[in-house]
């Protein structure tokens, strides 16, 4: 299965501030399938950005996927107060689909 | 807009069987496929299996020999077993449109917990 690798596992910044987010996978993932969600306390995931680079249906503009091959990057342009919460990449173009880590955006 | 709804016993005793159900509103159950992902208290997320409405089915190798998941289109739900149930298996339980591949995870329901101890 592919491993899906995040870092750095927790992002400490303010808001107003440009988050970089990573994601790593253990072999190249097929058409760039891969996905970024947004998970905050008690809530389900929410999707943000699907095939690297397409943001879901009413994601703000702030938000941006970019990558391919092994190396994928979810850019946050300025953090908003609502957007401190935990942030995870998923690949679905090879079975099993795996996600990653985690990395925790935290104020 | 697709709306789900996990429903299940908040509480398994280990080696039973966990019987978890999602229902579907707002949307036609034959135009997505369905999967069911878990997340163990303060960890990451598994995908665990998914189906389509035709009956095919894809499951994680990890958890294949335990689970089955199914789909009743008449009652708009899809169901999900996993058998011989340990502490390993506590975690919320989401269903979700999507999960075959190149099928990204579009709709998520609210996720139900369920706890396996004795």
């Known amino acids: 299965e592919i491993v899906l690798t995040q870092s750095p596992g927790t992002l400490s910044l303010s808001p107003g501030e440009r988050a970089t987010l990573s994601c790593r996978a253990s072999?190249?993932?097929?058409?760039?399938?891969l996905a970024w969600y947004q998970q905050k306390l008690g809530q389900a995931p929410r999707p943000l950005i699907y095939?690297?680079?397409s943001r879901a249906n009413g994601i703000p503009d702030r938000f941006s996927g970019s990558g391919s091959g092994t190396d994928f990057t979810l850019t946050i342009s300025r953090l908003e107060p609502e957007d401190f919460a935990v942030y995870y990449c998923q690949q679905y173009g090879t079975s099993p689909l795996t996600f990653g880590g985690g990395t925790k955006v935290e104020i | 807009q697709v709306q789900l709804q996990e429903s299940g016993p908040g509480l398994v005793k280990p080696s039973e069987t966990l019987s978890l159900t999602c229902t579907v509103s707002g949307g036609s159950i034959s135009s997505h496929f369905w999967s069911w992902i878990r997340q163990p208290p303060g960890g990451g997320l598994e995908w665990i299996a998914y189906i389509y409405y035709t009956g095919i089915s894809d499951y994680n190798p990890s958890l294949k020999s335990r689970v089955t998941i199914s789909l009743d289109t008449s009652k708009k739900e899809i169901s999900l077993r996993v058998t011989s149930v340990t502490a390993a298996d506590t975690a919320v339980y989401y269903c979700?449109?999507?999960?075959?591949?190149?099928?990204?995870?579009?709709?998520w329901g609210q996720g139900t917990l369920v706890t396996v101890s004795s």
């Open positions: 072999q190249s993932i097929s058409g760039s399938y």
């Open positions: 979700a449109t999507g999960g075959h591949v190149t099928t990204p995870l579009g709709y």
């Open positions: 095939a690297a680079s």
